[in-house]
């Protein structure tokens, strides 16, 4: 499928929007309710199977995704801001809650992603930072942005530790 050509038109999310998804161990698609085809503005068959990465728009940094593989993968939860890009070029922000669901013996059964409306103010702040990380990827790679991101999360009290914590923060 070709990819999109991002434009400047953003789509609202509703504060009762809750735009659910679920993946395989790879990222791929294995569910995803209503509200995501509707937004995302693909089908269900356009959808099942593909990568999440069919989202993905050229504003969000590399080391975010990064950080969100290393995380869930370990079994811990991830909480970040999400650009993601609409079969049309339009976008959406989301604050998604990303974590791995277990089958009842403790096996891996499936990862499970649910997002939320952004707020202005935090949609303003995180696309500062994003840039700043985009920049310094395309300068010195991902530990250069990395930097960015601890820094960013240092100045409001926090570490990589607490990542999920301040992204709520600034949500509020
Ligand atoms: C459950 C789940 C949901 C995801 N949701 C999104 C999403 O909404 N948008 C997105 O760009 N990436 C999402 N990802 C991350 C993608 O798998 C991928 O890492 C990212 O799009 C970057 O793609 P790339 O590594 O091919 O550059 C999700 C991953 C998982 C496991």
């Given at each position: 499928m070709e990819r999109p050509t991002p434009t400047d038109v953003e789509k609202e999310v509703s504060s009762i929007d809750m735009i659910v998804s679920k993946g395989d161990a790879e990222g791929n698609i294995t569910y995803t309710n209503p509200i995501f085809m509707k937004i995302s503005g693909y089908s269900q068959g356009e959808l099942l199977d593909k990568p999440h990465s069919i989202l993905r728009h050229p504003d969000m940094p590399k080391a975010i995704f990064k950080y969100l593989?290393?995380?869930?993968?370990?079994?811990?939860?991830?909480?970040?801001?999400?650009?993601?890009?609409?079969?049309d070029g339009s976008y959406y922000w989301v604050l998604a809650q990303v974590r791995m669901a277990k089958n009842p013996d403790g096996s891996f059964r499936n990862y499970v992603s649910t997002r939320r409306r952004?707020?202005?103010?935090?949609?303003?702040?995180?696309?500062?930072?994003?840039?700043?990380?985009?920049?310094?990827?395309?300068?010195?790679?991902?530990?250069?942005?990395?930097?960015?991101?601890?820094?960013?999360?240092?100045?409001?009290?926090?570490?990589?530790?607490?990542?999920?914590?301040?992204?709520?923060?600034?949500?509020?």
């Open positions: 593989w290393d995380n869930i993968s370990e079994g811990k939860e991830v909480h970040a801001y999400v650009k993601n890009l609409c079969k952004v707020e202005e103010a935090a949609k303003a702040t995180i696309s500062e930072l994003y840039a700043k990380m985009l920049a310094a990827e395309e300068e010195g790679g991902m530990d250069a942005s990395l930097k960015v991101l601890e820094e960013f999360l240092s100045q409001r009290g926090h570490t990589l530790e607490t990542f999920n914590a301040c992204m709520d923060e600034l949500n509020k």
